[in-house]
């Protein structure tokens, strides 16, 4: 599955949180969020996001793959981000 | 006609109709501060009406399509309001930082102090009971240049008046409220919270939750380049202050502090 950035007014970042302005809502992103929108950049794959944020923040304890689809598709939700290749369950 | 200006903004306001006559003197009076001098570059010509007549009398020039008509001048005036605000922030979307704040400014220093809030926070009424000793630069919108002064709008006071269905435009000189200062510049950004706090208090805001709780308050953001920047800038290195308090005349203590703070 690759993950890419929506079309964004602007993002503000400052330290290790940022504000987020899509579509006509300002979002206040956290900690984790933020270094996922810093990763995922032009795009990428979301199991070399998982790898790159498991550096960043280590594993969870329900897996990092898991994790990490799990707080992409809430991003997704939210219109931050969206997925391509979606794969068949 | 009444020429208008706001927000950097030329507005031309037309009154006819029976009651016409009327209406531009009572408008002229309520906007005294936001008299400017004909401008080709009015951005709209508003046509308000008094007293539409059912048929114009033989010889009369026709009347234009008219924005407003009524026979009630106060609630034309209320009504008009609105639409020379909006008029402006049409014509400065993409140019100017637009808060939906009140605003107060030093006539010594120019420093100005931005109360912002959605309809019905307290703008008004601290504009009301503050603007006796500091500069009234607006009770509506604050328009912020890109050097971070203001674009003043002095507009009449909106006031809501007992049951009144409509507010009333009351002239700042009849209030005695301060002249607007020359080069006002925005000094600090303050996020009216009117709690029932016995003492007024302010707490510091970090910038990026600062910048999401302004966004909602403000015209057209979108339209500017990099818009939360632009917001994150307007607030300077002083940030965002969320201000609890219980009554306007609380305040002019604390705003006399955070106009001399360096």
């Known amino acids: 599955m690759r993950v890419s950035c929506t079309a964004w007014h602007d993002w503000f970042v400052e330290g290790a949180t940022s504000a987020l302005f899509v579509?006509?809502?300002?979002?206040?992103?956290?900690?984790?969020?933020?270094?996922?929108?810093?990763?995922?950049?032009?795009?990428?794959?979301?199991?070399?996001?998982?790898?790159?944020?498991?550096?960043?923040?280590?594993?969870?304890?329900?897996?990092?793959?898991?994790?990490?689809?799990?707080?992409?598709l809430e991003?997704?939700?939210?219109?931050?981000?969206?997925?391509?290749d979606v794969e068949a369950p | 006609m009444l020429h208008l200006r706001g927000l950097d903004t030329p507005v031309a306001v037309e009154f006819a109709g029976p009651g016409g006559p009327d209406l531009l003197t009572a408008a002229h009076d309520a906007w005294s501060r936001c008299l400017a001098d004909p401008s080709p570059d009015a951005v709209r010509r508003l046509v308000v009406v008094g007293d539409h007549p059912a048929a114009e009398p033989h010889g009369?020039?026709?009347?234009?399509?008219?924005d407003l008509t009524g026979a009630d001048p106060a609630a034309l005036l209320d009504r008009?309001?609105?639409?020379?605000?909006?008029?402006?922030?049409?014509?400065?979307?993409?140019?100017?930082?637009?808060?939906?704040?009140?605003?107060?400014?030093?006539?010594?220093?120019?420093?100005?102090?931005?109360?912002?809030?959605?309809?019905?926070?307290?703008?008004?009424?601290?504009?009301?009971?503050?603007?006796?000793?500091?500069?009234?630069v607006t009770d509506e919108t604050v328009g912020v240049r890109e050097d971070a002064t203001i674009a003043v709008y002095p507009k009449p006071l909106s006031v809501k008046v007992g049951d009144a269905p409509f507010k009333e435009q009351r002239s700042l000189d009849a209030l005695g409220l301060a002249a607007t200062p020359?080069?006002?510049?925005?000094?600090?950004?303050?996020?009216?919270?009117?709690?029932?706090?016995?003492?007024?208090?302010?707490?510091?805001?970090?910038?990026?939750?600062?910048?999401?709780?302004?966004?909602?308050?403000?015209?057209?953001?979108?339209?500017?380049?990099?818009?939360?920047?632009?917001?994150?800038?307007?607030l300077g290195p002083r940030g965002l202050l969320r201000l609890h308090y219980r009554e306007a005349e609380q305040l002019p203590d604390l705003v006399e502090r955070l106009l001399e703070e360096d």
């Open chain 1, 23 to 72: 579509d006509d809502r300002v979002l206040v992103m956290s900690e984790l969020a933020t270094e996922m929108l810093r990763l995922v950049g032009d795009g990428c794959d979301v199991d070399d996001l998982a790898r790159r944020l498991g550096e960043v923040f280590g594993e969870p304890d329900n897996g990092l793959e898991e994790e990490t689809r799990t707080r992409v």
């Open chain 2, 60 to 66: 009369h020039p026709p009347i234009p399509t008219p």
């Open chain 2, 80 to 136: 008009l309001s609105p639409l020379v605000t909006l008029a402006a922030i049409e014509a400065q979307a993409g140019v100017l930082l637009m808060l939906h704040a009140a605003a107060v400014a030093d006539p010594v220093t120019g420093r100005a102090l931005a109360l912002v809030g959605p309809s019905g926070a307290g703008k008004t009424t601290a504009t009301s009971v503050l603007a006796r000793r500091w500069g009234y």
């Open chain 1, 75 to 84: 991003l997704v939700s939210t219109g931050v981000l969206q997925v391509e």
């Open chain 2, 182 to 234: 020359s080069g006002a510049h925005l000094h600090r950004v303050l996020l009216l919270d009117r709690d029932g706090s016995p003492e007024p208090w302010v707490e510091e805001v970090g910038t990026v939750e600062a910048v999401a709780l302004l966004a909602p308050e403000t015209s057209y953001l979108s339209r500017l380049e990099r818009p939360l920047h632009r917001l994150a800038r307007a």
